[in-house]
C-alpha cells in the first residue's frame, strides 16, 4: 500500500479558499500528479482542500470521496494558538524531548491535544481496516494485501499527526521538526513481513512541482485549522 499526502495549496484562512498563489501552486500539483498511479482519491470537506483537489480530479478526469474526518484538527492551547505553532527551540528547551507515550504530560496542550486526536487516530484506522489492515500496538495484521496506492488531499495537522502515528512518533516532535508547505506531497509505503506491515516514510514535503512558491520562513504563516 501506498499513501501520498497532499496539502491544500496556499490559504486564505479567512474565506476558507486559496490564494492566488494558492491556486498556482495547486494547477501545478495536478500536473505533477497527472500521470501518477494512483487508485483512490480522499478529500477533506474544508473548501480550501476541495479546491486544491478540484485541479487534481478536472486534470485527471476522476472523482473522489470526500471524508469528515479528514478536516483540519481543532483545538488550541490558549491564545488562539494550535498544537504545531510551538516552535522547535521553544520545544526542546523548555520541555525537553517528549516521549511517544507520555507526551499528553509533557507540553502544554497535552492532554486537551490527546482527546482530539484519539478520536482522530480511530477513524484512520478503522479506515486501514476496511482495507484489511488491522492495528495491533504498532503494527497492523494484514488479512488482505494491498498493491493499491491511495491519495489524500488534506491538511498539514492531519498529515503530521498521522505521521507520528504511522512512524510511533511523539506528536510536538513531528509538529516541531517535520515540514508540510502548501500544496506539498508526503508519500509514505507498507513494510509487511509474516502477516503484519507498517509504514515507511519515502518522501517528506516535496514541492519539486512549485520550489519557487514555498514560503521563505519569514512568511511563512501557522498551519492554522
Not at 511523539?170 to 500544496?183: E, M, T
Not at 506531497?185 to 512549485?210: C, W
Request: hydrophobic content about 40%; overall charge negative; proline content about 7%.
Amino acid at each position: 500500500m501506498k499513501l501520498l499526502f497532499m496539502r491544500h495549496g496556499d490559504p486564505d484562512y479567512a474565506n476558507d479558499s486559496l490564494t492566488p498563489r494558492g491556486h498556482v501552486q495547486a494547477a501545478l500539483l495536478a500536473e505533477a500528479l497527472a500521470s501518477r498511479p494512483i487508485d483512490e482519491i480522499y478529500v477533506s470537506p474544508r473548501g480550501r482542500a476541495q479546491m486544491t483537489a478540484r485541479y487534481t480530479l478536472d486534470r485527471r478526469g476522476e472523482t473522489a470521496i470526500t471524508l469528515d474526518w479528514l478536516a483540519e484538527l481543532r483545538g488550541g492551547y490558549g491564545e488562539g494558538r494550535v498544537a504545531w505553532d510551538l516552535h522547535p527551540v521553544d520545544l526542546l528547551r523548555e520541555f525537553g524531548m517528549p516521549e511517544r507515550l507520555a507526551w499528553p504530560g509533557q507540553v502544554p496542550y497535552g492532554q486537551l491535544w490527546d482527546q482530539v486526536l484519539s478520536p482522530f487516530y480511530d477513524a484512520w484506522d478503522g479506515f486501514l481496516a476496511q482495507r484489511g489492515y488491522t492495528r495491533e500496538g504498532p503494527l497492523y495484521r494484514v488479512q488482505t494485501p494491498c498493491e493499491a496506492t491511495l491519495a489524500f488531499f488534506c491538511h498539514a495537522g492531519v498529515t503530521l499527526s498521522l505521521l507520528a502515528h504511522l512512524l510511533h512518533l511523539a506528536p510536538p516532535l513531528v509538529y516541531s521538526h517535520f515540514g508540510c508547505d502548501p500544496s506539498s506531497v508526503t508519500v509514505l509505503e507498507s513494510e509487511e513481513k509474516g502477516g503484519y506491515g507498517t509504514f515507511r516514510l519515502v518522501v517528506l514535503n516535496d514541492m519539486s512541482h512549485a520550489e519557487h512558491l514555498r514560503k521563505s520562513p519569514r512568511e511563512h504563516d501557522p498551519y492554522g485549522f
